[in-house]
């Protein structure tokens, strides 16, 4: 019975097959030449990004075994007739992947897999670090630093997953799905929301297999990112400009109220926006500026909850409002004893709920807005659906 191997790659696309022969195992040179033919090809090449498949051309396999340039062996699968094996990942650019396949019947066949280079590589960048410990509303995101055009094939391999903190059980996926904002246009980014907050005191593995891809155009990552992050205590602020005042609730339970001043009332532009806000720095102090109300002010323990310059800060010259009226020009005022004790406990990716005011949270590029938008607004910018 005549063998033959037949390569390709998965794609979405229907593309030209052409013939492309393979070195026969010296040891049964008698055997049929095998052949290999890649979707796509460029001189033999397969395009990388996709999964790889071998076929036999006739009969059936008993057993393939492919390796990659480090000798490691690549997961795949055969298919239900044994007549065909698909990789679990795709193919790296630049990348070759060896195989010895054994027929039902007659010799066996050894082969190698070649991938087409890239056009170019690109480091992508993350906003939390391995190790960090972030708060419950903490959105992840991705700076890709060049033009993702293949978005759904990219965010089809980009994996979030969960686990109690402490656990050594299995990871579970994360309920919740990512969106492409244009927060470095024309370079793509890519934020992970879940649908409800994170559940406090959580393990969180991201799985970015980056280097693995085509983004389009042949351009691929420098490298994959897998790192872990944990999600600490729940810690949520309630604020409410009509009450002038803030509630910090920790773990479910009232911890403390404080008094406050938010944005002046009459003035839309001087309103506090009125969303989910969420922690993203603080400063001990920081020199605060702006031309269109002239003024730079140093202020004290300042906990930046947007990044559309609005703050949880120390004014000592509004204290007799705080509680009683808002006068600011957006941000939430404390007293300096309540600022400092508010800044000792916020970290990054706290949710600050803002109600009360006229003005709200909305999508501009100069305003996180993750947790404004409804689950079907972020859905609606994911590329998978």
Known sequence: ???????????????????????????????????????????????????????????SLSKITVTDGSGAAVPGSMSRGHTSWVSTDPIPAGTAWSWIAVPDSGPSIKGVTTSTPAAQMVRATANI?????????????????????NEAGV???????????????????????????????????????????????????????????????????AQNLDWTFNIGR????????????????RNGAKVVTYPASYGLDSQLNRNTRSGINIVTDKYQNIRMKSELFHYSLMEHWAVRINDNGEFIHANPETVQFQGKANVSHGCINLSTANAKAYFATAIYGDPVEVTGTRTKL????????DWALSWKQWTAMSAVH
């Open 1 to 59: 019975m005549a063998l033959g191997m037949v390569a390709g790659c998965s794609t979405r696309q229907n593309q030209a097959i052409g013939p492309t022969k393979l070195l026969p195992d010296a040891a049964t040179s008698t055997a049929a030449t095998p052949v290999m033919s890649a979707a796509g090809a460029q001189g033999g090449q397969v395009p990388f990004g996709q999964p790889v498949t071998l076929s036999v051309d006739k009969g």
């Open 129 to 149: 670090g391995a190790g960090r410990v972030v708060g419950v509303a903490a959105p992840i995101i991705v700076n890709f630093g060049a033009k993702v055009i």
């Open 155 to 221: 965010q089809n391999h980009l994996k979030v997953m969960i686990r109690p903190d402490g656990s050594t059980g299995a990871w579970k996926p994360a309920q919740g799905t990512w969106a492409w904002l244009p927060d470095n246009a024309p370079n793509s980014t890519a934020h992970f929301r879940t649908k409800v907050y994170w559940p406090a005191n959580s393990e969180v593995r991201v799985a970015l297999p980056l280097a693995d891809l085509d983004w389009g155009n042949g351009t691929t990552g």
């Open 234 to 249: 729940s810690q949520i602020v309630e604020a409410n400009a009509k009450t002038h005042a803030i509630v910090i609730y």
């Open 362 to 369: 909305s999508d501009s590029r100069t305003q996180l807005y």
